[in-house]
């Protein structure tokens, strides 16, 4: 194999994909869900503007899980959320990591200050920028979606058999229910965005990525698109909804990687609607 080339993708075994199992539910035990509904006003903090938050649970939690996937993967590079506040270059290395991790401690920060049980923990292994495995955590119902990239995508509880996720039927537009969060995308494309709005049955933001991609892989909600690409965000439930049959790409043309900045991801049920989708919001490619 030519030295530039990237090495094979390979998964992670079982013994692996539990072990972060085990991490997250402990990060969660331990950090975040004594803190929920306890917070002061001291443990929150804004970070970009009133509605990008980031409380003490989110830090305490993305410490103990870095801690743990480090020592796991020794060689991995391991990227937090908040870790990239502090250090942006961080994400200048996921194009080239043979393995990433990508977390998300408290996926949905602004309901989980305000006291709504609307919130996730997100856990996705990139290769090259490839998502492999991703992980989508609810602490309150201690429950997971679940995926690789050779494997149905599941739902997962402490007990009993896993549910396969399975996605909606393709459907016309004016049927569609889906999630377009109009605050995340360029304040100049907004209103153009909006105008799209009344021509699907439903559309809504849950200001939570863990469960809008969990409510689309489980066939209750049909679409997504996104100008906001961060990967803890992005790249667990975009593998989790292609897993579960989902259509997932860039509006652009091209498959969705982890290591991109700008673009437009959408997920769709099928490839027929999705390019239904891509006709409605091709003016978001033109400058």
């Given at each position: 194999?030519?030295?530039?080339?990237?090495?094979?993708?390979?998964?992670?075994?079982?013994?692996?994909?539990?072990?972060?199992?085990?991490?997250?539910?402990?990060?969660?035990?331990?950090?975040?869900?004594?803190?929920?509904?306890?917070?002061?006003?001291?443990?929150?903090?804004?970070?970009?503007?009133t509605d990008d938050l980031v409380t003490q649970a989110d830090t305490a939690a993305e410490?103990?899980?870095?801690?743990?996937?480090?020592?796991?993967?020794?060689?991995?590079?391991?990227?937090?959320?908040?870790?990239?506040?502090?250090?942006?270059?961080?994400?200048?290395?996921?194009?080239?990591?043979?393995?990433?991790?990508?977390?998300?401690?408290?996926?949905?920060?602004?309901?989980?200050?305000?006291?709504?049980?609307?919130?996730?923990?997100?856990?996705?292994?990139?290769?090259?920028?490839?998502?492999?495995?991703?992980?989508?955590?609810?602490?309150?119902?201690?429950?997971?979606?679940?995926?690789?990239?050779?494997?149905?995508?599941?739902?997962?509880?402490?007990?009993?058999?896993?549910?396969?996720?399975?996605?909606?039927?393709?459907?016309?537009?004016?049927?569609?229910?889906?999630?377009?969060?109009?605050?995340?995308?360029?304040?100049?494309?907004?209103?153009?965005?909006?105008?799209?709005?009344?021509?699907?049955?439903?559309?809504?933001?849950?200001?939570?990525?863990?469960?809008?991609?969990?409510?689309?892989?489980?066939?209750?909600?049909?679409?997504?698109?996104?100008?906001?690409?961060?990967?803890?965000?992005?790249?667990?439930?975009?593998?989790?909804?292609?897993?579960?049959?989902?259509?997932?790409?860039?509006?652009?043309?091209?498959?969705?990687?982890?290591?991109?900045?700008?673009?437009?991801?959408?997920?769709?049920?099928?490839?027929?609607?999705?390019?239904?989708?891509?006709?409605?919001?091709?003016?978001?490619?033109?400058?």
């Amino acid at each position: 194999m030519s030295d530039n080339l990237p090495a094979p993708l390979s998964l992670l075994t079982s013994a692996q994909q539990n072990n972060i199992i085990n991490i997250v539910r402990r990060a969660a035990r331990a950090e975040i869900m004594p803190r929920f509904r306890r917070l002061d006003a001291g443990d929150i903090q804004e970070k970009s503007g009133t509605d990008d938050l980031v409380t003490q649970a989110d830090t305490a939690a993305e410490v103990m899980i870095t801690r743990a996937l480090q020592i796991a993967f020794p060689s991995a590079l391991v990227i937090g959320e908040e870790a990239v506040t502090s250090d942006p270059s961080l994400l200048d290395g996921i194009a080239d990591a043979p393995l990433a991790f990508h977390i998300d401690p408290v996926d949905g920060t602004w309901n989980f200050a305000h006291h709504l049980a609307v919130f996730g923990v997100i856990i996705a292994a990139t290769q090259y920028g490839k998502p492999i495995f991703g992980l989508i955590y609810d602490p309150v119902a201690d429950d997971w979606a679940i995926a690789n990239s050779d494997g149905a995508a599941e739902l997962h509880r402490p007990f009993g058999t896993p549910k396969p996720l399975k996605a909606a039927m393709g459907k016309p537009l004016d049927q569609l229910s889906g999630f377009v969060p109009l605050n995340l995308f360029d304040r100049n494309k907004r209103a153009s965005v909006a105008a799209t709005l009344p021509g699907f049955a439903r559309v809504t933001s849950l200001r939570c990525s863990a469960h809008q991609y969990r409510m689309i892989a489980q066939g209750y909600f049909d679409f997504l698109i996104t100008e906001s690409l961060h990967p803890w965000d992005h790249a667990a439930g975009a593998l989790i909804c292609a897993r579960a049959g989902c259509h997932v790409e860039m509006l652009g043309g091209g498959e969705y990687s982890a290591a991109l900045r700008d673009g437009f991801l959408m997920v769709a049920p099928d490839k027929t609607t999705w390019n239904r989708l891509a006709k409605v919001y091709a003016f978001l490619l033109v400058e």
